[in-house]
């Protein structure tokens, strides 16, 4: 019976980078995460990678080769995709070996027939002289003139049956399923099926051994992976962590990253193309900016631009209804997936992922002391 097992061998894995938000003693107090992509899984190729991506933002490469040739086409150099390959039994935990020489499978297996009878030739010994007769003297009469030397029959040559091959054991392995028919693409989700199968090591119908593919097919079987993923930002508030009533303010998504992976000459990245915030404050529209959204620093005077993400508020936080003092504002994060095969020289686009963050701002008035200039009493003038 066939078992599936793992077909992605020395894997490479890229972990993700965990990047830490404004601390909790800040005004602007980070809420949670949310997924607000629809759809599921996204597949794709770069190069002789296969690509991946998730709702939630994570993103993935499986190379053949390494990722280093521009198509499964270049990489297999003209052979055809290796459905199955044999290796010798007990192989289970080496199915696309490093070391593509070929193993010694001990001499080949025969039977020998055991060897002919010689049957032995006969020849009729010289009877003894009787004794009373005079030695060296005839007895009878010659019948004829001795024409040479008598020789023994020749032995005959046995005649050995060919070698017979017997039957052997061998764990096949075959990729499932198969390959795209245009692109030769393995499908993201490719296992390897292994059985035990009894042939013949010479019979010409088997399937090759894994030391009897080309150099291309082995590096087509071997594959390697990195993982990256989306980590949204935490929002604020620049120049200042609460904003007062009147005080134009710029939102960001301060440590949003999506990490590059590579192999080879295939990527894979995140970028953040937009930021759009929902301040909260009852009856106000979205703003939106480009990318994370720039932050001001304290005393810049212009405040606005595409990638500002500008806003006044109008009343303070604590005129809400009930026991809340703060704005309840949601930013959505819009990124983009994307791929290059050529170093990172072009990219192209995947999917869009969004993702939801909120935050709990506190927004308060300005407070206004008031001096009189005049005295309001007349027995306090000089």
């Given amino acids: 019976m066939g078992r599936a097992v793992g077909a992605v061998l020395g894997a490479v894995v890229v972990a993700l980078a965990v990047l830490s938000g404004p601390s909790s003693a800040q005004a602007a107090e980070a809420g949670a995460a949310r997924l607000l992509s629809a759809g599921g899984d996204v597949h794709g190729t770069a190069g002789s990678c296969a690509l991946w991506s998730s709702a939630a933002g994570a993103y993935g490469m499986r190379c053949a080769g390494g990722g280093t ?14 459905g199955c390959w044999l290796l010798p039994a007990g192989s289970e935990h080496d199915l696309t070996p490093a070391d593509a020489r070929p193993v010694d499978l001990g001499p080949v297996p025969t039977l020998v027939p055991p060897p002919p009878a010689v ?9 003894e002289p009787d004794p009373g ?9 010659p019948t004829g003139t001795p024409t040479g030397t008598p020789t023994a029959a020749p032995m005959p040559t046995p005649t050995v049956a060919p070698p017979v091959e017997l039957p052997e054991q061998f764990l096949r392995v075959c990729l499932s399923p198969a390959p795209d028919a245009r692109t030769l693409a393995p499908a993201w989700d490719t296992t390897l099926l292994t059985s035990t199968v009894t042939l013949l090591r010479h019979d010409p119908q ?7 593919l080309t150099t291309g097919q082995r590096r087509y079987l071997t594959r390697a992976e990195a993982r990256g993923g989306v980590v949204e930002g935490t929002l604020v508030t620049t120049p200042s962590r609460t904003p007062r009533i009147g005080q134009a303010v710029a939102f960001s998504a301060v ?10 000459r295939s990527r894979m990245r995140g970028v953040l193309t937009s930021l759009e915030v929902l301040p909260g404050e009852p009856g106000r529209r979205p703003v939106t900016c480009a990318g994370p959204g720039r932050e001001l620093r304290a005393g810049e005077t212009d405040r606005t631009g595409p990638d500002v993400c500008s806003f006044r508020y109008g009343r303070t936080s604590a005129a809400g209804a009930g026991d809340q003092d703060t704005y309840a504002v949601t930013g959505t994060e819009t990124w983009r997936i994307e791929s290059s095969a050529d170093d990172g020289a072009t990219w192209t686009a995947l999917r869009e992922v969004r993702r939801s963050v909120r935050v709990d701002l506190r927004v308060t008035e300005v407070q206004t002391l008031v001096v009189p200039l005049t005295p309001t009493r007349p027995e306090e003038n000089p």
């Fill in 69 to 82: 040739a521009r198509s499964y086409a270049e990489l297999l150099a003209g052979a055809p995709v290796p």
């Fill in 119 to 127: 049957t032995a030739t006969v020849v009729p010994s010289t009877p």
């Fill in 133 to 141: 007769s005079t030695p060296g003297t005839p007895t009878g009469t």
């Fill in 206 to 212: 088997r399937p090759r051994f894994w030391w009897e």
């Fill in 255 to 264: 440590a949003a990253s999506a990490p590059t992976i590579a192999l080879g």
